[in-house]
């Protein structure tokens, strides 16, 4: 299983990016996808994922109304739009597959390098 984000870089605050994960290896079925972060020394952090059978979406509080999961199985991908930016969403993003149906609230994921997104 391969997952590689790209979309990550630099923008002021009130912008937008959007991540893209390409998928691959990985039997998406019922399985969960999402997004996550990290600020070095500390724990990563949710902010969003998505079934992709049904489509529901989740979010953490701290972005929600600004950052919109969404998939495109066709492409094999996984989006994050993340529109009016504040300095506090500056931290490195990863893209995370769940290995099992249910493993991803156990934190047993398939996982991204990582793209860094900076906010000023």
């Known amino acids: 299983v391969q997952l590689v984000e790209s979309g990550g870089g630099s923008a002021q605050t009130g912008g937008s990016l959007r991540l893209s994960c390409v998928y691959s290896?990985?039997?998406?079925?019922?399985?969960?996808m999402g997004w996550l972060r990290q600020i070095p020394g500390k724990e990563r952090e949710g902010v969003a994922r998505?079934?992709?059978?049904?489509?529901?979406?989740y979010y953490a509080d701290s972005v929600k109304s600004r950052f919109t999961i969404s998939q495109d199985n066709a492409k094999n991908t996984l989006y994050l739009q993340m529109n009016s930016l504040k300095p506090e969403d500056t931290a490195t993003y990863y893209c995370?597959?769940?290995?099992?149906?249910?493993?991803?609230?156990?934190?047993?994921?398939?996982w991204g390098q990582g793209t860094q997104v900076t906010v000023s």
């Open positions: 998505i079934s992709l059978s049904g489509g529901s979406a």
């Open positions: 290896g990985y039997s998406a079925g019922r399985h969960c």
């Open positions: 995370a597959a769940e290995i099992w149906p249910g493993s991803w609230f156990l934190g047993d994921n398939y």
